[in-house]
Every structure is written in structure tokens, then in C-alpha cells.
């Protein structure tokens, strides 16, 4: 019986899970062609955990890379590209614009700078040769919008009472390269200004639509409208004066000569307004105003329609002493019915 004898089978021994050293990662398809993601990973065997927090969280490890491609990769992880500093301010505090954010480098925008520099500087040439005459230019209302406190005082003293003022003659200003110019107001008090015929019409426009009797905001519009209209019309009639008699005027200065009348219709209103006073002062005051005005404008635009040679600053228009005498009685004729057309003028604005 012993040869029967069995033996114990040996134990078993279950194999214990490990961790792989390395996940390789898969290989980029078409939809990614970077490759993929990798957000974490087992670290490997041995590898030191000091430095774990100076990684990045996220990093991009290519599954096959050529020998070239490895040896840049080892180049940039110990020699790292610096950042790019945004460019300081400029002295005035305006940064040059990033013309990369919009697909396009410095050559293509300084090319297109140039071409719109260009294309600005030819339409305002056009204009200028073609409409000069007809629109002035920006140097003309500034000029004309230089006044002083003194002369505002000084210049409505002149238009309410024009018969105690000398001399009417303007003055003019040489430059050292020959050429000449008028005087601001601020140097000339006979220089028309675009200040007072702005501020005059506006306050009339305010008063007026306060005088009605009615209570409506299109009361308003039309007090603006009808101030508008009778500028335009006392504009018109004196410029088709000038270009019939052949006579150089500036545009500006003739607006600005046919603002005036808004101040002696100002002084009626605020006259009839006044408590106590018989109807007929303000009839008187207006009368007034009107020959106070016509005056103002016989004297300012004489030096307009007859220039002085000696004080003219355009050398090409026709003086006083280069005219006819029937250019001369057509002049001053011209002068006496723009005087008689205020009553007019003036009739209508204070219709409110």
C-alpha cells in the first residue's frame, strides 16, 4: 500500500497586480492632428515627486516623434522661449494699434494708411478748387468767432447807436512775406464778428416762441425757421448785389453784417413787454432800431461795395478808385436799397 502513498499538489500562487511604468500614447488621427491630451498619468518607478508642482498640469507628450523633432523638444524644455512683453505706453498715452489681430502685418497697414492719407488729402484739394469760393473754410470762423468781453460791449454800443462812432475804416494786419489780413474783432471793433449775430438770433428764437399765444413746442420750429428764412434772404439779395457789380465779398462777413438786426428786433420785444408803457413805444423803438440798422450798414458795408485801395487785402477786386462813376452811383445806389429792405427784415421777425 505504500507505493499508493500520494502527495500534496504545491500551492497556488495568484499573480499581484503592477502598475505599468509607461502609458504610450496613441497615435494622432485626422480629427486631432496634434495628437491627444494627456490631462494625468502614473508617474514612473523611481521618478522624483519634488518638482511635481513646478509641471505643468496639462501636457502634451507626442506619441512618435522623429529623432529631429526630440532633440527640439529637449531644446525648448531647457531652453525656454521667453514671453513676449506687451509694448510700453508712448509719451501721449496712446498705444500703436496690433494690426496682427486683424490678418494683417505692419507693411499692408502702413500701405493702407498712406492710400487713405492720399485719398483724403486729393478729395479736400477737389473741394477746395471747386468750391472754395462757396465754402470757407475753418480759419474763417475762427477768425471770426475771436472776440473779447470788451468788444461784445464795445460792438452793440456801435449797432444801437452808430451815429456817435469814428472811424469805419478796418484795419488790416502785413506778415513779413508781403501778404495781409484782416484784423480779429478782438483787434478791430469795425471787424463783423459771427459771435453776437449767433447769440442775437438764438435768444431771439427763445423770446419769440416765449411770446406767442400759443402753447405749442412747434412754436419753436417756426420762430427758428422764420429767423433762418429772413438770414437767408437778406444773404441772398446782397450776394447777388455783389456778383452784379462785380464786387469781392466774403461770404462769412456778409452773414455776419445781416445778423446784426437781431439785436434792435431783441430791444422791440423786451420794449413791449415792459408794463405800464403805451402801445406805441415799442412802435417808436422799433423805428428806431430800423434806422439805427440801416446806418450800421451803410458805413460797415461801404468798405464791402466801395473798398479803400490803400486797405483792401484782395488787389484784384475793383477799388473806389478804379470804378467808373456809373459803377460808383450803382454801388452806393446798391447800398441805399439793402438799407431799406431791414424794415422789411425786420417787420417780419417781429410778427410773433
Known amino acids: 500500500m505504500s507505493q499508493f502513498t500520494s502527495h500534496s499538489p504545491p500551492p497556488l500562487r495568484h499573480p499581484v497586480p503592477t502598475h505599468p511604468a509607461y502609458i504610450p500614447e496613441p497615435p494622432s488621427t485626422p480629427v486631432s492632428p496634434q495628437g491627444y491630451q494627456r490631462f494625468s498619468s502614473s508617474p514612473a518607478p523611481g521618478q522624483p515627486q519634488q518638482n511635481a508642482h513646478l509641471q505643468p498640469p496639462y501636457s502634451h507628450v ?6 529631429f523633432q526630440h532633440s527640439q523638444q529637449q531644446q525648448q524644455h531647457h531652453h525656454p522661449q521667453p514671453i513676449r512683453q506687451p509694448l510700453p505706453p508712448q509719451p501721449g498715452g496712446s498705444q500703436p494699434p496690433d494690426w496682427s489681430a486683424w490678418g494683417m502685418n505692419d507693411a499692408t497697414a502702413q500701405f493702407g494708411m498712406q492710400l487713405g492719407q492720399s485719398a483724403v488729402a486729393a478729395g479736400q484739394d477737389y473741394v477746395q478748387r471747386n468750391f472754395g469760393g462757396w ?5 474763417a470762423f475762427k477768425h471770426h468767432f475771436n472776440v473779447s468781453n470788451s468788444y461784445v460791449m464795445w460792438k452793440m454800443s456801435i449797432v444801437l447807436f452808430p451815429w456817435i462812432h469814428k472811424p469805419w475804416s478796418r484795419r488790416i494786419r502785413r506778415h513779413e512775406q508781403g501778404q495781409t489780413e484782416w484784423q480779429t474783432p478782438r483787434e478791430d471793433v469795425n471787424s463783423p464778428d459771427l459771435y453776437i449775430p449767433v447769440m442775437a438770433m438764438l435768444t431771439y428764437v427763445l423770446l419769440a416762441s416765449s411770446l406767442s399765444t400759443l402753447r405749442d413746442p412747434k412754436v419753436l420750429g417756426e420762430c427758428a425757421s422764420r429767423a433762418f428764412g429772413v438770414v437767408l434772404l437778406d444773404f441772398l439779395f446782397v450776394k447777388l448785389g ?10 462769412v462777413d456778409l452773414v455776419a453784417y445781416g445778423g446784426y438786426k437781431f439785436v434792435g428786433v431783441i430791444l422791440t420785444l423786451v420794449t413791449s413787454l415792459l408794463p405800464g408803457l403805451p402801445n406805441v413805444t415799442w412802435k417808436v423803438v422799433f423805428v428806431y432800431a430800423f434806422l439805427a440798422n440801416a446806418f450800421f450798414l451803410l458805413r460797415s458795408l461801404r468798405s464791402v461795395v466801395l ?14 478808385a478804379t470804378a467808373s462813376h456809373a459803377q460808383r452811383r450803382r454801388r452806393i445806389t446798391f447800398l441805399f436799397l439793402e438799407a431799406v429792405c431791414q424794415i422789411v427784415y425786420m417787420s417780419a421777425l417781429v410778427r410773433v
Open 242 to 251: 455783389c456778383y452784379i457789380l462785380n464786387v469781392q465779398a466774403s461770404i
Open 135 to 139: 465754402l470757407p473754410g475753418t480759419n
Open 62 to 67: 507626442p506619441a512618435y516623434t522623429t529623432p
Open 307 to 320: 473798398p479803400d485801395p490803400s486797405i483792401s487785402t484782395n488787389p484784384t477786386s475793383t477799388s473806389t
